[in-house]
């Protein structure tokens, strides 16, 4: 008897071939899964980098606008504290424009009031010293004085309304004679000295003409004053002339000369000023120097001494 067998799979197990395909099925979503989840990591890391950078510029943007205002107040503070200095400047040559003024005042104006005193002295202690001519003499040198004292204080005084402010030099054309005959009336009453003048007419020079003024009367005042102990003859001579580009006015006296530290003061700033004795010397400084006047002394014992002021033509 035939028997025939055959290969019977039990019931619920799959094939093999099925089983397969499931397995890889499943794999392939894993992978999938794993894929997607990367992905979406990726994303996340990226969007947070792209916060980050983001946070990044707006703390970069941050620290430039901290910078730009701290960088705006260091220059407000510099600007101000450069308008102080400049302010605290102003005061100070201010402060010092008034002292140079009054000096001014004080010097130019001790003069002509000395010798009001001066004849005023005489007339009264020794009256019969004096005969009818000479009494009428002083009398006309008394008012003359005291017409050129007068002058003189005016002349300050509108120039001060001017200067107090700024000072600073107004340069015009001056001609040489306005100042020789400013020189002549102003010491008119100065006796026992001879006055001399030696310059071309027409000569002119560009400077401030009431600095030049004043500088001519303190040279003119000093002069006096090394001329009151020389017995003899008493000579003043004031001189310009020109020497291609550069005008020159000097001022000679023939008295006793003196050691050139005596005139130190025309050339040193940083000498202290006595109340009765070197104001004049700096008052001569500062103005020339103001006016871009070079000086020069020539001193010479028992024959005298000579200020030349100089001045590139313009």
Known sequence: MLKIFRNITPRG?????????????LESQKVV?????????????????????????????????????????????????????????KLDKANKTNMQ???????????????LIHFLHLQKEAPELMDDETKQRLENKVISASENLLQQMEDLLLWSKGQMNNFSPDITTVFVKDIFKDIKEDFSWV???????????NMTISTDKEYLKTITRNLTNNAIKVLEQKEGGKIILWKAFSDGNTNYISISDNGEGASIKKFKALFDDSLTIGTKKGLGLHLIRDLSKAIDMQIEV????????????????V
Not at 42 to 61: P, Q
Not at 108 to 113: A, F, G, K
Not at 191 to 201: A, G
Request: charged share 30%; net charge positive.
């Open 13 to 25: 197990t799959p094939s093999t071939p099925r089983a397969g395909n499931e397995i890889a099925k």
């Open 33 to 89: 899964e794993q894929k997607n989840k990367e992905i979406s990591l990726n994303k996340l890391i990226i969007k947070n980098k792209e916060k980050e950078k983001v946070y990044y510029i707006l703390g970069l943007a941050a620290l430039l606008i901290i910078g730009a205002l701290l960088f705006f107040l260091y220059r407000q503070s510099q600007r101000n504290s450069d308008r102080f200095q400049k302010l605290n400047i």
């Open 101 to 115: 003024f009054f000096g001014i005042l004080n010097h130019d104006l001790r003069s002509p009031v000395a010798g």
């Open 191 to 201: 006796e026992n000295i001879q006055f001399d003048f030696d310059f071309p007419e």
């Open 298 to 313: 020539n001193t010479e014992k028992d024959k005298g001494s000579t200020i030349i002021l100089s001045s590139k033509k």
